[in-house]
T-cell receptor
């Protein structure tokens, strides 16, 4: 069983929809949680970065972490065609060595005009 | 702002050939990593480095070597290319072990 499981998708939604992307994990040592966005033929770019449980909002994006359930989510409000990309969740433990982030397999999102 | 620069962007090799994938960052980050990305398998860590002169193996290190002689550069060497190494390779860097990583745009490698 993988340490990080991500809803596989793909997802296709109409413009303006609310999108929910989700990951579950098994390692209780994970303290840092990240969401990356990856456009086709590009490298992942950081979208959201949170520490421990709680919510973080940045514009149309909200990241939620529920450590008791080992579950994280990314919500996109008023989705736009430019949000069409693959979204990767990632996690790391406190004092981890760099590169020890564990990634989900990604969810591909298409927002249709 | 160059960030993380990977060269080449594309490469085709024959089985058994060797090559070096280059990675350079200009952010003075101590931590650097190499990943491969295959369809349906996400990002898998090959090797990583926590500073100049220090490297360690990740999840899938076989067939690859790395070295870190400077803070800026972290090349990945394929010793004897195999078709199973056909993939997209990403280099990443971060300031500390827990900070998010900055990724390059990848090297797309095909081995025939």
């Amino acid at each position: 069983q993988k340490e990080v499981e991500q809803d596989p998708g793909p997802l296709s939604v109409p413009e303006g929809a609310i999108v929910s992307l989700n990951c579950t994990y098994s390692n209780s040592a994970f303290q840092y949680f990240m969401w990356y966005r990856q456009y086709s033929r590009k490298g992942p770019e950081l979208l959201m970065y949170t520490y421990s449980s709680g919510n973080k909002e940045d514009g149309r994006f909200t990241a939620q972490v529920d450590k008791s359930s080992k579950y994280i989510s990314l919500f996109i409000r008023d989705s736009q065609p430019s949000d069409s990309a693959t979204y990767l969740c990632a996690m790391s433990a406190y004092n981890t060595n760099a590169g020890k982030s564990t990634f989900g397999d990604g969810t591909t999102l298409t927002v249709k005009p | 702002n160059a960030g993380v620069t990977q060269t080449p962007k594309f490469q085709v090799l024959k089985t058994g050939q060797s090559m070096t994938l280059q990675c350079a960052q200009d952010m003075n980050h101590e931590y650097m990593s190499w990943y491969r990305q295959d369809p349906g398998m996400g990002l898998r860590l090959i090797h990583y480095s926590v500073g100049a002169g220090i490297t360690d193996q990740g999840e899938v290190p076989n067939g690859y070597n790395v070295s870190r002689s400077t803070t800026e550069d972290f090349p990945l060497r394929l010793l004897s290319a195999a078709p199973s190494q056909t993939s997209v390779y990403f280099c990443a860097s971060s300031r500390t072990g827990n900070q998010p990583q900055h990724f390059g745009d990848g090297t797309r490698l095909s081995i025939l």
